[in-house]
């Protein structure tokens, strides 16, 4: 350790600056989203049982909800463009621009060149939870998801029902790819109803048991088409273990809805980004 400079104690208090202020992104007309949500009629449904994962689609200016139906579970979440396998959820920009846990209003956007809104949180029943005393929330981009290859790394051994796997071979099912190409595809998730955050001691990622309950969901309005997969984490709801086939897990249901008839007419998916892609040349 070095000797901290003459300055240390003013750079610590300088106040910190938002990276990407959001005042100026198209925002989401949750009024009419709302109505979409009021109205809607089910079309299907999907259930990811414990320690595997499901694939769903979900047309454009349509629903889908994530719910709790047994007991405390949290679901790891990947989303592609249903059309284009390239473009997909990219938690790091999510992360940036609406912080660590995404809540109603919150938008889950695209890898580049695309960047656009892919998804559009339009109600959540464990909104109430906000950050706790330990900066603890529910519904993390900070995670990446469980795999095998930190396991390993960590404990050894090839334990194989984690997000990442399972994740892989719900695609490769769904998509008809071998696995080695299937899990190129596979990307850092929402960690839907998990409560997570950062240790203020050591800035370590940190978990703890999910106050989600049966009966809890949370519902999306699908901005563009999209292919979804979703694990039903081996860690159940993540309150001692994280990749375990001791846990007591349980499944998530995923459910697509058609929005209320007229609610979104004239509505548009986002076009991709608009940079032209020069970078300077």
């Not at 049982?49 to 790891?76: C, L, M, Y």
Request: charged share 20%; glycine share 10%; aromatic share 8%.
């Amino acid at each position: 350790m070095t000797d901290a400079p003459d300055h240390a104690a003013a750079h610590r208090a300088l106040p910190p600056v938002i990276c990407y202020p959001t005042d100026t992104l198209p925002q989401p007309d949750m009024a009419t989203y709302a109505a979409a949500r009021d109205g809607m009629t089910k079309l299907s449904e999907v259930i990811a049982p414990p320690r595997e994962a499901a694939t769903f689609e979900v047309p454009a200016g349509h629903i889908f909800r994530i719910s709790s139906i047994e007991g405390p579970q949290v679901g790891d979440l990947n989303l592609w463009n249903a059309n284009d396998l390239s473009e997909r959820f990219y938690s790091g920009k999510t992360r940036a621009l609406h912080g660590t846990h995404v809540n109603t209003g919150d938008r889950l956007w695209s890898s580049f060149p695309t960047l656009r809104p892919m998804a559009t949180i339009i109600h959540d029943t464990l909104g109430w939870y906000g950050i706790d005393d330990f900066g603890g929330g529910v519904h993390d981009v900070i995670g990446t998801r469980c795999d095998p290859y930190t396991g390993n790394l960590l404990q050894g051994g090839h334990y194989h029902h984690c997000c990442h796997s399972n994740l892989t071979r719900a695609l490769a099912d769904h998509a008809g790819l071998p696995l080695a190409e299937a899990e190129g595809h596979v990307h850092d998730v929402l960690n839907v109803f998990m409560c997570t955050g950062f240790t203020r001691d050591t800035g370590q990622y940190f978990m703890k048991a999910s106050p989600v309950r049966p009966g809890d969901y949370i519902d999306f309005l699908a901005e563009i088409d999209l292919l979804g997969a979703l694990s039903a984490c081996p860690g159940g709801d993540c309150g001692s273990e994280h990749s375990s086939d001791v846990a007591p897990c349980h499944p998530l249901k995923i459910e697509v809805f058609a929005p209320a008839p007229g609610t979104l007419d004239g509505w548009q998916s986002p076009p991709p980004n608009g940079y032209d892609r020069s970078h300077g040349r």
